[in-house]
């Protein structure tokens, strides 16, 4: 019987397509493998053959066909088929690699981003100033920090950058004024005396030789990066403020994705396989603990699972399977960090995914790096657990009677807690 093209009772033409699941047909037993691991736990034995039959049919017609002749298809398909080419050629799309899409953060009547900014950065220095933390070492003068908050100042407007520190000190300055307790600042942050201005971070730059140009170059074309640590009890609430704020179709978690490694593919291959568990486990444990090792890593580097290799067929066909489906994605989940903002609904620069958690598990479907490539500002809210013991034990400090210690100003040559590590 000829294949017929849709009938269909409107002018609209009709397009043919097939399902195609990828340019090339890969190999059955790999593909079978790769996309059946939770549906078919094992491919061996009597059931095992059975469905690996079914799923070679469903496979097998899944392939794309090209070298049909209008004989085989009738004009009316082979029309439908040029329909779909028409189609194709239409479709072009592009990202938009070049442009920076962050989110507007609102200041008050009268101020600009670049005002504004300026005003936080400068009442947060006289602040630190009156409070006596500049200069504790007596290393730097006042006009040392003046000429390093100016030079910083002008360069991250001119980089238009204001409305980035502001984002961050808005969302930080909510967490310390309802008492959830943010870390001191970590990485290349911990360089910028303007975000020690700002209250971003608790740390001074030049008392510790902290170089700004870590943080922020002109040479480096990306975005500088902020990593702030939450009180994990408290980061939920941080995460829900922003979300307000700036919308919640504008916010989004980010996923990560959980790709084969040289020991899991070896465990999920021979299992598949019905090789027995015991067998398996042997194999996966020669591979060698080091990071980034592949299956064809280790055969170099472990002469027992070279040996196994030239040796025993069925360790060898588990290992050759391996090598093609390591490096391949086996799970999805959300970065432990990542926050997505965009200035309009997240949907109109990326798609997003829902995950096994039910509605309120959405995170973006592209990964950190693809997002920053878009432009989009993407942000890490770390919660640790280390900041909610300290703020459990000031309390606790509190709830005796007696007066909890400032964190920020705990000495780095405390000669008690030096003590104490040395236990």
């Known amino acids: 019987m000829k294949p017929r093209a849709p009938v269909t009772s409107t002018r609209i033409p009709s397009p043919s397509c097939h399902r195609a699941r990828g340019q090339w047909p890969a190999p059955l037993k790999k593909r079978m493998l790769a996309r059946k691991f939770r549906e078919y736990p094992c ?13 070679q049919a469903q496979l097998a017609s899944e392939k794309l066909r090209i070298y049909l002749s209008r004989d085989v298809l009738g004009t009316e398909l082979c029309g439908a088929m040029k329909n779909t080419l028409a189609i194709a050629k239409r479709c072009h799309f592009a990202f938009d690699t070049g442009s920076k899409h962050y989110p507007v953060f609102r200041v008050p009547e009268g101020e600009t981003l670049n005002s504004y900014f300026m005003k936080v950065a400068r009442e947060g220095f006289e602040r630190r100033l009156a409070q006596g933390l500049l200069g504790r070492a007596g290393a730097h003068s006042k006009e040392d920090y003046e000429e390093r908050l100016h030079r910083e ?17 808005d969302f930080i300055r909510y967490a310390k004024d309802r008492g959830i307790p943010v870390g001191p600042g970590r990485g290349s942050a911990a ?8 209250g971003i971070t608790d740390i001074d730059p030049l008392k510790y030789g902290l170089l700004f140009e870590r943080f922020l170059n ?45 020991r899991l593919a070896i465990r999920d291959v021979g299992r598949a396989l019905a090789v027995p568990l015991d067998k398996v486990d042997r194999v996966a444990k020669l591979v060698p603990e080091e990071l980034g090792v592949t299956v064809e890593g280790a055969l170099s580097l472990a002469p027992q699972l070279k ?40 949907t109109e620069f990326l798609p997003l995914h829902r995950g096994s958690g039910g509605k309120e ?63």
């Open 43 to 55: 491919l061996s034995g009597r059931a095992g053959q059975l469905r690996a039959k079914a799923l």
């Open 153 to 169: 100042l002008d360069l991250i407007q001119k980089m238009d950058l204001a409305g980035y520190f502001l984002i961050v000190w």
């Open 191 to 198: 360089g910028s005396f303007v975000s020690y201005c700002m």
């Open 218 to 262: 002109p040479e480096r074309i990306s975005m500088p990066d902020i990593d702030i640590d939450f009180c994990i009890r408290g980061r939920g609430q941080v995460i829900e403020y922003v979300t307000e704020k700036y919308g919640r179709e504008n916010v989004a978690q980010i996923i990560t994705f959980g790709e084969m490694k040289a």
């Open 307 to 346: 040996s196994l290799h030239g040796t025993d067929a069925e360790v060898r066909e588990v290992l050759e399977i391996a090598k093609r489906l390591e490096g391949l994605t086996r799970h999805a989940s959300t970065h432990a960090a990542g926050v997505v903002i965009a200035p309009r609904p997240i």
């Open 361 to 423: 598990d959405i995170t973006t479907q592209y990964s950190k790096d693809e997002i920053e490539a878009l432009g989009l500002l993407k942000m890490d809210f770390l919660g640790l657990r280390t900041l909610t013991i300290l703020d459990d034990a000031q309390q606790l400090i509190r709830r005796s009677g007696q007066e909890a210690p400032d964190l920020t100003a705990v000495p780095l040559d405390d000669e008690a807690t030096l003590a104490l590590f040395g236990r």
